[in-house]
């Protein structure tokens, strides 16, 4: 979203009343903020001397999707045969060899 240099501080005050009111909109539709993990806001000046404005929000997962609890690792066997195998644990392997 562009947003002109004198209408951005109007939006960020409407951006801070929507997180007071946990209730963030957007195009599609309201967004419910009850239980946000981390909200990330970006501004960069846009081509034309408008301001590009992004907003992000992150939610924490529900506990039963996560297969790797945290601080844990286990073996590939548990992966299964075609999974691969995570990032980190992968580039320690690589360390050792």
């Known amino acids: 979203m562009v947003i002109s240099r004198t209408a951005l501080s109007a939006w960020l005050r409407e951006l801070a009343d929507a997180v007071d009111?946990?209730?963030l909109p957007?195009?599609?539709g309201p967004v419910a903020l009850e239980g946000f993990r981390s909200l990330k806001v970006?501004?960069?000046?846009?081509?034309?001397g408008g301001f590009a404005v992004k907003v992000g929000v992150k939610?924490?997962?529900p506990?039963?999707?996560?297969?790797?609890?945290?601080?844990?690792?286990h073996d590939d066997e548990e992966?299964?045969?075609?999974?691969?195998?995570?990032?980190?644990s992968l580039k320690k392997?690589?360390?050792q060899t």
């Open 26 to 28: 957007s195009q599609a």
């Open 63 to 73: 506990a039963g999707l996560d297969p790797l609890a945290e601080g844990e690792e």
């Open 42 to 48: 970006s501004v960069r000046q846009a081509y034309g």
């Open 93 to 95: 392997h690589m360390k």
């Open 59 to 61: 939610f924490p997962r």
């Open 21 to 23: 009111s946990c209730e």
């Open 79 to 88: 992966y299964g045969e075609g999974a691969l195998p995570k990032y980190k």
